[in-house]
């Protein structure tokens, strides 16, 4: 079945980068593209941005440009995503999801900006 | 940017009573190409999204038929016809059309009276 396997919890400085892999299974990994969505402590969800796994092109909401850069590696069939200048408000819960529709969803990395 | 308001924020329901919750774009999801781009999500406590409704009213693989979800423009609903313990949860409407960003309700909370 499709399924997506996140990286563990990070904890960091504020300054400091994170980044977080997305392993994909079940699928042809090229074929759909991969979405960030992150969550907050008891706050709704937050679209980040996309990547296509084919040709590699990205695009990400207004609000992370600057500090957010999505890759991946089509050999192992993962996405990463890795956010700099960490502030605490980047404390949350950050997920991949498949495809526009977002139809399936990872475990959730949790990264924790404190000092 | 699309906004998207969810009504209510808060749904007390009995078990096997009928839910209703409400989701309004700040302007029509209807895409040049024909199709409205709006899903609804479920969120258990403590797990990831799952999607349960992807383009207004198709309901993915293995979501109950309890589930339905219609409207169109810039107003729709998700109905649950019998309220069950599993439902619990926060329910999010998602819409697609006016990309980027993809932008979320604000979430309705369901909790068993």
């Known amino acids: 079945q499709v399924q997506f396997l996140q990286s563990g919890a990070e904890v960091k400085n504020p300054g400091a980068s994170v980044k977080v892999s997305c392993k994909a299974s079940?699928?042809?990994?090229?074929?759909?593209?991969i979405h960030w969505v992150r969550q907050a402590p008891g706050q709704g969800l937050e679209w980040m941005g996309w990547?296509?796994?084919?040709?590699?092109?990205?695009e990400c909401a207004q609000d992370f440009q600057g500090r957010v850069t999505m890759t991946r590696d089509t050999s192992i069939s993962t996405a990463y995503m890795e956010l700099t200048s960490l502030r605490s408000a980047d404390t949350a819960v950050y997920y991949c999801?498949?495809?526009?529709?977002?139809?399936?969803w990872g475990q959730g990395t949790t990264v924790t900006v404190s000092s | 940017d699309v906004v998207m308001t969810q009504s209510p924020l808060s749904l007390p329901v009995t078990l096997g009573q009928p839910a209703s919750i409400s989701c309004t774009s700040s302007?029509?999801?209807?895409?040049?190409?024909?199709?409205?781009?709006l899903n609804w999500f479920q969120q258990r406590p403590g797990q990831s999204p799952r999607r349960l409704i992807y383009?207004?009213?198709n309901r993915d693989s293995g979501v109950p038929d309890r589930f339905s979800g219609s409207g169109s423009g810039t107003d729709f609903t998700l109905n649950i016809s019998r309220v069950e313990a599993e439902d619990v949860g926060v329910y999010y409407c998602?819409?697609?059309?006016?990309?980027?960003?993809?932008?979320f309700g604000q979430g309705t909370k369901v909790e068993i009276k």
């Open positions: 999801a498949r495809t526009w529709g977002l139809d399936v």
């Open positions: 079940g699928y042809i990994f090229t074929a759909y593209y």
């Open positions: 990547i296509n796994p084919n040709s590699g092109a990205t």
């Open positions: 302007q029509s999801l209807v895409h040049s190409d024909g199709n409205t781009y």
């Open positions: 383009k207004v009213s």
């Open positions: 998602m819409q697609g059309t006016h990309r980027p960003p993809w932008t």
